[in-house]
């Protein structure tokens, strides 16, 4: 096939005319469109700018200054790294392959962005491997997941943050692309402790990704290991791959005479008024691609400010003008599609773009690719003919989001004695940017290094309560939760420890916290004698098993849902943690250290019990799209597992297990209901 | 591509004063190049200008590889078009959309016109490669440059768009074999 293909492309090069095709490109050729000359003055003027730049300096011609910013720059981390190995405790182990946390990885990628602080001791590493496909493959476009293992050393720590990221970068011989260089393609985290483990993750690769990948360019996969709040990493390690992505699905071309969008109609029409009875817009549009492959497009929609201009040069830029947005995959080159916006999704960046009097435009785009992943902007545009209106309740944004404590069991001052000692918290909540928030409440202190406060789960050292779920319609709650002295002392640095409450939000970008309070009217004291950790001494069987699910195994809807789910245990020390999330199908059930999707925690006692879970799945949240990279063929699973001791002290893992009778199948795709 | 090429390209990487052959070589392919796939003039002229200020501030890592300087510049001009349209472009009124959705019809006057008629509904990436082909003359190592594929990719693309540009004047009843 190759040859002839080949053979008829040397018969066009040659001029022949031997078959109908050869003859139709004779006849192009000879059909050549007219075109206007361009004007003298013009040209000459384009001319004189050209030729009338100054000639380069040395320095210059052989970009000398980014070497020596790179080499600068590498000499002050080389500083760092020489100062952390120098402090660094001498029992720490090396990496299994030379892969220690090199700035010289920073220098080989001089566009990347600028990284956050970086602080390093010798005894932090990462490496990567990729286990499939086999790098330096042609991908097939059937390929959908790159498949790579982060091993990894934690010291500087008590626990972190492993980011793998994959993204496309362009040949750097060729012309600056400016923020082309770095198109995100996916990014994972997973939750590593102080130690030295292995995560296997599954980072997306599909075709709507592929067809964004302008020619030439490669992929680069990166593994971070970043402190809990993001603010600081401690080892790093770039990989560039040299996957080829097939011709065929270089689909994402933009030709803005074709891409076409109209608004067929809008419900409720221009002056409708969305509540909280009455939360949807429903947008029915008539729509034409250029793209050969339809299935690359997604309609974005979303409400914005009727004011706006409604333009911008990137999806990335167009994006943030929008609030309540979503998307709806295309089935054909064109038709009609109806994309339903919700007022319920909107957030605090929705109503703060409507204007004085509540306004918001209909705005709608066209994107090709991931739409997680820089997708082209093919056709973006507001509509200010159509707007709606937000009920005033909607709107009332009288005071910021608070939270403080009002009243807490047992009385401040106590020494916690042994065993378990059950909290009853009262947190008085004022939360006006948002329907819902997420409260956390517990003990924390702010003696000990590190007391950066995690957005959902406050303070990083913390003995606290389960996440439960406010209203802004109450203004009171009392949240109950247990702490022992044994963990008290283990986890928490301060001979005094606190009351903390932390009030955050989901959203697409990840959690917000919108308040938090430690307050030292609140204290309470904890024996200061060391506590040795208990969890070597178990004596088991430790174990869970789910018992029943509001969500039976199968197929999930095509919309927002919960799934409570109880856990019966069996525990044979003291006090561990009961580990509830999605994972893929084919994890392995004995390796506890697979990423969770959506993980949730909750502290246990010894003996046995039950507790109940609440796990959320939604379509269109960045969750939802990180559970859909891990699912195969649409199917995920449930991991359980019983983690003894907690960050900061030595970890031990009980139980482990992918139970094979809770599988649940995503819908086919992540759209709106029509 | 001529043989002093290589020289030129040299020559201008180390003074900018010396870019003035290489554009009087090509300015006027790529105005009517970017005139052909944006039928703007004005716009022809700012891609235009935006093409060789970014090639001449890329030149110090322009690195020749035995292809004509052209390609190179094609390949900028191309990405100049997506850029400005990105940038600049105002929402098109849909008026035409019935135009859109048709084949055009023949013109007036016979068999060209039918072939500019069947080139204008083809998919852009068609179009594409069809243009730089045998509207601009580069030969087929040029346009696989200009893509970033390969030879044997373009013949296939070339090969593809030509049989549905051959349907499309089948739809305008105006098959091929008519005019051998």
Redesign the interface.
């Known amino acids: 096939m ?1 040859e002839d ?2 053979d ?2 040397r018969r ?2 040659a001029g022949e ?1 031997t078959d ?2 050869l ?3 004779s ?3 000879a ?3 007219a ?5 003298h003055h ?2 000459a003027a ?2 004189e ?8 300096s040395l320095w ?2 052989l ?1 000398l200054r980014w070497w020596a910013a790179t080499a600068a720059s590498g000499l002050v981390l080389a500083l760092v790294v020489a100062a952390f190995m120098v402090l660094s405790r001498p029992d720490l182990i090396s990496p299994p392959t030379a892969q220690p946390a090199a700035p010289d990885s920073v220098a080989a990628l001089p566009t990347w962005p600028a990284p956050t602080p970086f602080q390093a001791s010798a005894g932090d590493w990462v490496t990567l491997t990729v286990l499939a496909p086999a790098v330096g493959a042609e991908l097939s476009p059937d390929v959908e997941v790159v498949t790579v293992r982060a091993d990894y050393r934690l010291a500087s720590a008590p626990s972190a943050r492993l980011r793998l990221e994959l993204r496309s970068r362009l040949d ?6 400016g923020s082309d260089l770095t198109n995100l393609v996916d990014r994972q985290f997973v939750d590593v402790v102080q130690g030295t483990g292995a995560s296997t993750v599954a980072l997306a690769l599909d075709r709507k990704t592929l067809a964004r990948f ?3 360019s490669e992929l680069v996969l990166s593994a971070h290991l970043l402190g809990d709040d993001g603010a600081v990493y401690f080892a790093q390690v770039f990989e560039t791959l040299s996957f080829t992505a097939p ?1 065929s699905l ?1 689909g994402c ?6 891409d ?1 969008l ?1 608004i067929v109609s809008v419900t409720p029409g221009t002056g409708g008024l969305l509540s909280e009875t009455n939360p949807r817009v429903r947008v029915t549009v ?1 729509y ?1 691609l ?3 492959q339809p299935e690359l497009v997604t309609l974005v929609g979303g409400l914005a400010n009727p004011a706006w201009s ?2 911008a ?2 999806t990335h830029e167009w994006l943030p003008n929008l609030g309540a947005f979503m998307a709806y995959a295309l089935p054909n080159a ?1 038709g009609t599609a109806t994309l339903d916006l919700y007022s319920w999704y909107a957030s605090e960046a929705t109503r703060g773009i409507a204007d004085e009097t509540g306004r918001v435009a209909v705005a709608l785009a066209l994107v090709c690719g991931n739409e997680m992943a820089d997708p082209l ?1 093919l056709y973006g ?1 507001l509509y200010p003919e159509h707007t709606v209106e937000f009920a005033p309740e909607l709107l009332r944004r009288a005071a910021p989001d608070a939270v403080s404590v009002v009243a807490a069991s047992p009385a401040p001052g106590l020494e916690l004695p042994a065993g378990l000692v059950q909290f009853d918290v009262t947190v008085a909540v004022t939360l006006t940017s948002a329907p819902t928030a997420t409260l956390v409440v517990g003990l924390g202190d702010d003696a000990r290094a590190g007391t950066e406060v995690h957005p959902r789960s406050g303070p990083l050292f913390a003995i606290g309560s389960t996440p439960v779920t406010v209203t802004a319609a109450e203004p009171r709650v009392t949240v109950r939760f247990f702490a022992d002295a044994d963990r008290v002392a283990e986890q928490l640095a301060g001979r005094e420890v606190y009351v903390f409450a932390n009030l955050s939000r989901q959203t697409e970008s990840g959690w917000v916290r919108l308040a938090h309070t430690l307050d030292h009217d609140f204290h309470y004291r904890h024996a200061p004698a060391a506590v040795a950790m208990r969890c070597a001494a178990t004596a088991g069987p430790d174990e869970a098993r789910i018992t029943a699910a509001s969500i039976a195994p199968g197929p999930l809807p095509d919309e927002p849902v919960v799934i409570d789910i109880d856990v019966d245990y069996t525990l044979s020390v003291p006090a561990a943690t009961l580990l509830l999330g999605f994972t893929s199908p084919a994890a392995d059930p004995s390796d506890p250290s697979r990423s969770l999707v959506d993980g949730v925690t909750v502290i246990i006692y010894g003996g046995s019990g039950r507790t109940q879970f609440s796990l959320t799945y939604a379509p269109d949240d960045p969750l939802g799209w990180l559970l859909r990279s891990v699912a195969q063929d649409d199917v995920v699973a449930l991991r359980l597992g019983i983690r003894c001791g907690v960050p900061g002290g030595e970890t031990r893992w009980l139980f482990s297990d992918v139970p094979a009778e809770y599988r649940y199948t995503l819908p086919a795709r992540a759209t709106p209901a029509p | 591509m001529s043989a002093d090429e290589p020289e030129l390209i040299q020559r201008a ?5 010396a ?2 052959p290489l ?2 070589r090509y ?2 392919r790529i ?2 190049f970017v ?2 796939r944006t ?1 703007d ?1 004005t716009l ?2 700012d891609v ?2 935006a093409t ?7 030149l ?4 020749w590889r035995g292809l004509s300087f052209g390609a ?1 510049l094609y ?2 001009a191309r ?1 100049e078009i ?2 400005a ?3 600049d ?4 009124p ?1 008026l035409d ?1 019935q135009v ?2 048709a084949p055009a019809a023949p013109g007036r006057n016979g ?2 016109d039918a ?2 008629a069947a ?1 204008a509904v083809l ?3 068609d179009r ?1 490669v ?1 243009t730089l ?3 601009e ?1 580069l ?2 190592a040029e346009v696989a440059e200009v ?13 593809r768009a ?2 549905r ?2 349907t499309e ?1 089948e739809k305008l009843g105006q098959p ?2 008519d ?2």
């Not at chain 2, 060789?52 to 890329?58: C, D, H, M, T």
């Not at chain 2, 110090?60 to 690195?63: K, T, V």
Request: glycine share 4%; aromatic share 10%.
């Open positions: 190759s293909r080949d008829w492309g066009l090069d005319t109908v095709e003859r139709l490109a006849r192009l050729r059909a050549r469109p075109s206007p000359p361009l004007p013009v040209e384009l001319r700018r050209l030729l009338s730049q100054p000639r380069p210059q011609t970009n750097f011989d060729s012309t600056d692309w302008p020619a030439g011709d270089r071309v933009f030709d803005p005479a074709r076409r109209e008539r034409q250029s793209v050969p409604g333009t040069a990137t064109s902007l545009r | 990487q180390r003074d900018p004063r870019f003035g554009y009087d300015v006027r105005h009517a005139y052909r039928g003039g022809a002229q235009t200008s060789f200020e970014k090639a001449l501030q890329s110090p890592r322009y690195r190179w390949r900028i990405n997506v850029q349209y990105r940038r472009r105002t929402p098109t849909l959309w859109l959705d068999h060209e072939l500019h080139f998919p852009d990436a594409e069809l082909r045998f509207f003359d030969d087929s893509l970033g594929v390969s030879v044997s990719a373009v013949y296939v693309r070339v090969h030509l049989k540009l051959r004047l091929e074999a005019h051998v």
